[in-house]
């Protein structure tokens, strides 16, 4: 594939971008690449990845710094070195850092708290259909939840018919 910018050299860079819903692509050899101010990182390790996602989630979120100062009665770790090191000290930590870990996590999967999983593609569909229930009404629930959270009552009763026929 050839550079899209300089339509000579072949196209090492490849970009996707995802904006409100809106996929692009991007393909550039390296010198437009450089040229275009896109920094080129061969591997990035996940600690990096979530101390990026930290540190982004700390300062659009002002967390005060008495907060991120407690400590973990168990670890002794505080919320200030998790995001430096975007490693937990213990298992306790889940819940005594709940509310923050909680706001990252929403923020890094789109507000979505439910791992769903993946469904290999060999399965039967009648298996996939078992697989899919759960996640549906789970899905369902919190859709209800909402609706009757907005006050949306019309719709709040259409969610629970929706529901009681799955079940």
Same mark, same amino acid.
């Given at each position: 594939?050839?550079?899209?910018?300089?339509?000579?050299?072949?196209?090492?860079?490849?970009?996707?971008?995802?904006?409100?819903?809106?996929?692009?692509?991007?393909?550039?050899?390296?010198?437009?690449?450089?040229?275009?101010?896109?920094?080129?990182?061969?591997?990035?390790?996940?600690?990096?990845?979530?101390?990026?996602?930290?540190?982004?989630?700390?300062?659009?979120?002002?967390?005060?710094?008495?907060?991120?100062?407690?400590?973990?009665?168990?670890?002794?770790?505080?919320? &200030?070195?998790? =995001?430096?090191?975007? +490693?937990?000290?213990?298992?306790? %930590? !889940? #819940?005594?850092?709940?509310?923050?870990?909680? *706001?990252?996590?929403?923020?890094?999967?789109?507000?979505?708290?439910?791992?769903?999983?993946?469904?290999?593609?060999?399965?039967?569909?009648?298996?996939?259909?078992?697989?899919?229930?759960?996640?549906?009404?789970? &899905?369902?629930? =919190?859709?209800?939840? +909402?609706?009757?959270?907005?006050? %949306? !009552? #019309?719709?709040?009763?259409?969610?629970?018919? *929706?529901?009681?026929?799955?079940?």
């Amino acid at each position: 594939m050839q550079c899209q910018i300089c339509k000579t050299k072949t196209a090492t860079v490849h970009l996707t971008e995802i904006v409100d819903g809106q996929r692009t692509e991007s393909h550039l050899c390296q010198n437009c690449a450089q040229k275009e101010g896109v920094t080129i990182k061969s591997q990035l390790s996940l600690n990096e990845l979530l101390g990026s996602l930290i540190a982004a989630h700390q300062q659009d979120e002002n967390i005060d710094s008495e907060k991120s100062r407690r400590a973990c009665p168990n670890c002794g770790i505080t919320m &200030e070195q998790f =995001r430096k090191q975007a +490693l937990l000290g213990c298992p306790n %930590d !889940y #819940e005594f850092f709940g509310d923050d870990l909680r *706001q990252i996590i929403e923020k890094t999967q789109d507000n979505n708290l439910t791992h769903k999983g993946k469904v290999p593609a060999q399965t039967q569909t009648s298996s996939n259909a078992r697989l899919e229930e759960p996640n549906k009404a789970e &899905e369902l629930k =919190r859709q209800l939840s +909402l609706a009757v959270e907005k006050e %949306d !009552y #019309e719709l709040a009763a259409k969610i629970r018919d *929706q529901l009681k026929t799955l079940q």
